[in-house]
């Protein structure tokens, strides 16, 4: 009987711990990223998000989330979408983690979504091609307004049909932003809208697509996750972000991707697009040589020589200057250079200049910080960049990152900064635009090159 009863008890215990094990809570969603080692993030493909670089995966969220990743401890998976239907499905279905794809918070998206703290803000452009009837506002369109579909440019045109009854649009998920503005381009569409930042980094080699006006001023970015009571991820977003700006490390990510696009001129660059087909075919086959030579980026080297001499090979300045890489005497001598007005030997004593430049960069320094600082100082001097360098770190900054250096070089042209630095006074400001203009003049040789777009073939 005693045997019995403490046969029953123990398959009672049983039972009872077999119950137990199989009513244990299921792990939350940062134990599954954890468990599986890896951060799934869905974003749109396109230049201010995520796109294939020369040589590996780039863009400005793409970075993010890989910091992101990081501070989880896990590896980043990024699943590149064309449409945001499927982005946003995605999400819905639970097979992402999150979407970093520079989405605007509207009231409305919250009913399925949560949104994280917002780290940028941007603005909606309407966008029509140069040269046609400026609409003013949307009473003035002659034709509907093509966007993406379930984007928060078709929210904003929901709420400004309010006022104008008559303001038409159609959407498409077969097109993505950047194939909207071409067609603007070729006449396939008469207007669209876009956010500020990506039609900034377009306009860098298409320079002939228009402002109409502004269909919002400031509509705060913030990644999203999906509506859930789950917060184990989503609780770590406002650290990491606040993390990522008293670091500096946002501020960097966005001078890296944004910082030289701020301004536009049209005049400028519709100039530049057409020497790049006209004038740069005379001297490609030396910027590429001499690049290979001293191991730089021969669109680099030609973005350079654009913005000294516009590709002119009898330049001068009063200063003394000359020739297409617009070299001092001091500097030709130094170089090897005995002819500054002939065209193969300047871009040679260029490269060799700028190559000797990255060279002196302080250690610590990664690219592309690196070229940026070397840049500069083919501008103002080595000497007046490393002050500004000294004087990025009794600040606080980062005198590593351009980021912070960009902000302290205009600095130098103030008695009070100046007078305690080895070099003096010097135009940092002048240094700053002149590093942001080759930057502008770099990426839409790359584009144009990338794009079968020159007529010459770079051999890259």
């Known amino acids: 009987m005693v045997i019995l009863r403490l046969t029953c008890f123990v398959s009672i ?20 990223i954890k468990a599986n080692n890896t951060l799934k993030v869905g974003t749109l493909v396109g230049p201010a998000t995520y796109y294939q670089g020369h040589t590996e995966e780039e863009g400005f969220e793409f970075e993010l989330a890989g910091a992101f990743a990081h501070e989880l401890g896990v590896q980043l998976e990024v699943i590149p979408f064309f449409n945001l239907e499927k982005l946003f499905a995605s999400l819905e279905q639970g097979q992402l983690d999150v979407v970093a794809s520079g ?30 009837q400026r609409p003013r506002n949307y009473a003035q369109l002659e034709a509907p307004v093509t966007v993406l579909a379930n984007s928060h440019h078709v929210l904003s045109l929901e709420e400004a049909k309010v006022n104008y009854p008559q303001l038409q649009w159609q959407t498409t998920t077969l097109l993505d932003q950047e194939e ?26 298409h320079p002939n697509l228009s402002i109409a006006f502004s269909v919002s001023q400031s509509d705060p970015i913030a990644w999203v996750m999906k509506r859930q009571t789950d917060d ?25 991707y944004f910082g030289h696009v701020t301004r536009f001129n049209y005049v400028n660059t519709v100039a530049f697009v057409e020497a790049s087909k006209q004038t740069l075919p005379k001297y490609a086959e030396w910027f590429i040589a001499y690049s290979k030579q001293y191991d730089l980026d021969w669109r680099l080297l030609a973005a350079l020589s654009y ?77 007046h960049v490393r002050d500004a360098l000294k004087l990025t770190a009794q600040q606080g900054g980062d005198p590593h990152s351009w980021a912070d250096v960009k902000k302290r070089l205009p600095l130098l042209t103030k008695k009070r900064y100046y ?42």
């Not at 909207?180 to 080699?205: C, K, M, P, Q, W």
């Not at 972000?241 to 501020?251: D, E, H, N, P, R």
């Not at 240094?431 to 770079?458: K, M, Q, T």
Request: proline share 5%; hydrophobic share 35%; aromatic share 10%.
């Open 232 to 256: 184990s991820l989503y609780a770590l977003l406002m650290p990491f972000f606040a993390k990522m700006q008293s670091s500096g490390q946002l501020a960097t990510l966005e001078e890296k």
């Open 307 to 383: 913005q000294e001499s516009m590709w002119n090979p009898r330049a001068k300045s009063p200063t003394g200057v000359r020739g297409i890489m617009m070299l001092t005497q001091s500097t030709a001598k130094s170089v090897g250079v005995k002819h500054r007005l002939k065209p193969e030997q300047n871009i040679r004593g260029g490269a060799r200049y700028l190559a000797n430049l990255i060279a002196r960069v302080p250690d610590g320094v990664s690219n592309p910080d690196r070229t940026w600082l070397a840049l500069a100082a083919y501008n103002v001097g080595m000497g």
């Open 13 to 32: 215990c049983l039972v009872s711990m077999f119950l137990i094990g199989c009513d244990k809570t299921p792990p939350n969603q940062l134990q599954q």
């Open 103 to 132: 989405i605007s918070y509207h009231p409305s998206r919250t009913e399925s979504f949560r949104f994280g703290p917002y780290y940028r803000q941007i603005s909606q452009k309407l966008v029509y091609k140069q040269g046609k």
């Open 180 to 205: 909207l503005l071409l067609g603007i381009l070729n006449n396939e569409i008469e207007y669209t809208i876009v956010d500020s930042h990506s039609l900034a980094l377009f306009r860098r080699y």
């Open 419 to 460: 007078r305690s630095t080895r070099y003096g006074y010097a135009r940092g400001d002048v240094a700053v635009h002149y590093v942001d203009n080759i930057r502008r003049y770099f990426d839409a040789l790359v584009w144009l090159d990338e794009n079968g777009a020159l007529p010459f073939s770079s051999g890259e």
